[in-house]
């Protein structure tokens, strides 16, 4: 009987216990929903001042990745250097511009920043934001097949010497992607 009561406890305490486990999945989309907070739609006065450095980079971006060459974006944009972080996608251009030349021969791209949705704009302080920008880049291979699709990437800019640069940029990895695409259905 004291067996039998002991072991009763134990799988009370244990099932209480599971039940008390924070799910990792609630976590990570809150986590989500906190990130996405506080990124607008730009109006339309505000709208050229940023679209404009994510205009900038991008070609700086694509033209690296044709030309095979990292530093044609990192002359320009000196801070994508540091900071890699290829698990969470922090400055992983380099990454791009290698795989996509080990595996191809390109001859152009094109993107379209705004294929997907408008960009956002989360505003730090008067000079610094965060640029949300869902949209495409399509590599032209010699073969004249194509490469490339969605992607969704919060570019980081600072005022500096009056204009707007980039500093850092953060892609969305996969699972992340999936977490926003998820978040934002649910949002709807």
């Known amino acids: 009987m004291k067996i039998f009561l002991l072991r009763s406890i134990l799988v009370v305490i244990l099932i209480s216990l599971v039940g008390c486990q924070?799910?990792?999945?609630?976590?990570?989309?809150l986590n989500t929903k906190i990130e996405m907070e506080g990124f607008e739609e730009p109006k339309s006065s505000e709208w050229v001042k940023y679209i404009t450095p994510v205009i900038e980079y991008m070609y700086y971006r694509t033209q690296a990745v044709v030309n095979s060459d990292i530093n044609i974006l990192w002359d320009k944009y000196r801070n994508l250097k540091d900071n890699v972080d290829s698990e969470q996608g922090v400055n992983i251009e380099k990454?791009?511009?290698?795989?996509?030349?080990?595996?191809?021969?390109?001859?152009?791209?094109?993107?379209?920043?705004?294929?997907?949705?408008?960009?956002?704009?989360?505003?730090?302080?008067?000079?610094?934001v965060v640029v949300l920008v869902h949209g495409s880049i399509i590599y032209l291979k010699?073969?004249?097949?194509?490469?490339?699709?969605?992607?969704?990437?919060?570019?980081?800019?600072e005022f500096k010497n009056n204009q707007w640069t980039v500093v850092k940029t953060d892609?969305?990895?996969?699972?992340?992607?999936?977490?926003?695409?998820?978040l934002k259905r649910g949002m709807e």
Not at 22 to 29: A, F, L, M, R
Not at 144 to 157: A, C, T
Not at 171 to 182: A, F, N
Request: hydrophobic share 30%; aromatic share 12%; proline share 1%.
């Open 171 to 182: 892609e969305y990895t996969l699972p992340e992607y999936k977490e926003w695409v998820s």
């Open 95 to 128: 990454n791009e511009v290698e795989s996509l030349n080990r595996n191809f021969d390109l001859l152009d791209a094109n993107f379209n920043i705004e294929s997907y949705e408008r960009i956002k704009v989360k505003i730090i302080n008067e000079n610094e």
């Open 22 to 29: 924070q799910n990792k999945s609630i976590t990570e989309n």
């Open 142 to 157: 010699n073969d004249f097949d194509e490469s490339g699709g969605e992607y969704l990437i919060k570019i980081f800019l």
